[in-house]
């Protein structure tokens, strides 16, 4: 397994997020298309997000990032959208209609990924447990939470 790091923190936070465009409109091919992996993908470079997988489809988007822990995954996707469609707009101002300059649709999908099971987090936890007594080695310690 490769965890990523941060001060104090080994972390592997990875998430599968959908989104759509407004009113499902198949804008996204050709040239928009080449230009919104693009954009996204410098848009997650400057929030340090590692994308696993995409792909921009006609009429929705697809990624699989692994965002840091100390970055919500909500705010994220809110920047992403809000910005991307910015800079879309910037380069193809003919998807914007007379009345609404709106790229993406409200909502959003998004689910965990997870690779690790339940017995690999409980044979992590007692390891700690072991590490902590070793440590603690003379002291009183606390004990396991859980027998």
């Given at each position: 397994?490769?965890y990523?790091?941060?001060?104090?923190?080994?972390?592997?936070?990875?998430?599968?997020?959908?989104?759509?465009?407004?009113?499902?409109?198949k804008?996204?091919?050709?040239?928009?298309?080449?230009?919104?992996?693009e954009?996204?993908?410098?848009?997650?470079?400057?929030?340090?997000?590692?994308?696993?997988?995409?792909?921009?489809?006609p009429?929705?988007?697809?990624?699989?990032?692994?965002i840091?822990?100390?970055l919500?995954?909500?705010?994220?996707?809110?920047?992403?959208?809000?910005?991307?469609?910015?800079?879309?707009?910037?380069?193809?101002?003919?998807?914007?209609?007379?009345?609404?300059?709106?790229?993406?649709?409200?909502?959003?999908?998004?689910?965990?990924?997870?690779?690790?099971?339940?017995?690999?987090?409980?044979?992590?936890?007692?390891?700690?447990y072991?590490?902590?007594?070793?440590?603690?080695?003379?002291k009183k310690?606390?004990?396991?939470?859980?027998?």
């Amino acid at each position: 397994m490769d965890y990523d790091s941060l001060s104090h923190i080994r972390w592997k936070c990875e998430y599968h997020i959908v989104w759509i465009p407004k009113y499902r409109r198949k804008a996204l091919y050709g040239k928009v298309r080449t230009d919104v992996r693009e954009i996204l993908r410098t848009l997650c470079k400057y929030k340090n997000v590692e994308i696993v997988a995409g792909n921009v489809m006609p009429d929705h988007i697809h990624m699989v990032v692994a965002i840091p822990p100390k970055l919500s995954v909500s705010d994220f996707v809110g920047y992403l959208k809000g910005k991307s469609a910015l800079q879309i707009f910037d380069k193809h101002p003919e998807l914007t209609t007379r009345y609404d300059r709106t790229m993406w649709a409200r909502g959003y999908f998004v689910s965990t990924i997870a690779d690790v099971d339940e017995k690999a987090i409980i044979k992590y936890v007692e390891e700690q447990y072991k590490e902590s007594k070793k440590e603690d080695s003379g002291k009183k310690s606390p004990g396991a939470l859980v027998t």
